[in-house]
């Protein structure tokens, strides 16, 4: 019984690091010197612009860059943040985002976001987004977005 449990688990374990994401909105169960917590997305039609919101926070002992966000629910993932200017909102595309060590950095609306160019597919309330985040570093981690409801 006890060999079944140990191999059942095993089986989980694999099947969970094999997905897109290491787990749902959460960083996965390994080290990550950056962890990802409460990744979500909003709906939106194929072949539109659709968004991602990630919370980072960097355990590392070093500053670290968010250089670029792959999904393959999209044609290609940007960098983006929204700011105001002159009482103008407006959008701009960044190379990267510092994640300090020891900072948190929230992407929200109207802030910090990931643009999801050209959706392969829908997007609706329940649905899971697969997100690779890459950092300055080479390291990647993956998570989950959970799309909602606006």
Same mark, same amino acid.
């Given at each position: 019984m006890r060999s079944l449990m140990r191999m059942v688990n095993t089986v989980f374990t694999l099947a969970l690091l094999a997905q897109p994401g290491c787990a749902v909105g959460e960083p996965s169960e390994r080290f990550q010197p950056v962890k990802v917590r409460d990744a979500w997305s909003?709906?939106?039609?194929?072949?539109?612009?659709? &968004?991602?919101?990630?919370?980072?926070?960097?355990?590392?002992?070093?500053? *670290?860059?968010?250089? /670029?966000?792959?999904?393959? *629910?999209?044609? /290609?993932?940007?960098?983006?943040?929204?700011?105001?200017?002159?009482?103008?909102?407006?959008?701009?595309? /960044?190379?990267? &985002?510092? &994640?300090?060590?020891?900072?948190?950095?929230?992407?929200?609306?109207?802030?910090?976001?990931v643009m999801l160019v050209d959706l392969k597919r829908a997007l609706a309330a329940g649905d899971t987004v697969p997100l690779s985040l890459q950092f300055s570093d080479r390291r990647a981690v993956r998570a989950l977005a959970i799309v909602r409801a606006n």
């Open positions: 909003r709906p939106a039609a194929i072949g539109t612009t659709g &968004v991602a919101y990630v919370t980072l926070e960097n355990t590392d002992t070093a500053d *670290v860059h968010l250089t /670029r966000v792959v999904s393959t *629910v999209a044609a /290609r993932a940007e960098l983006h943040e929204s700011m105001e200017h002159e009482g103008m909102t407006h959008m701009e595309a /960044r190379p990267d &985002v510092l &994640v300090a060590y020891g900072a948190t950095v929230a992407m929200r609306p109207g802030a910090l976001h």
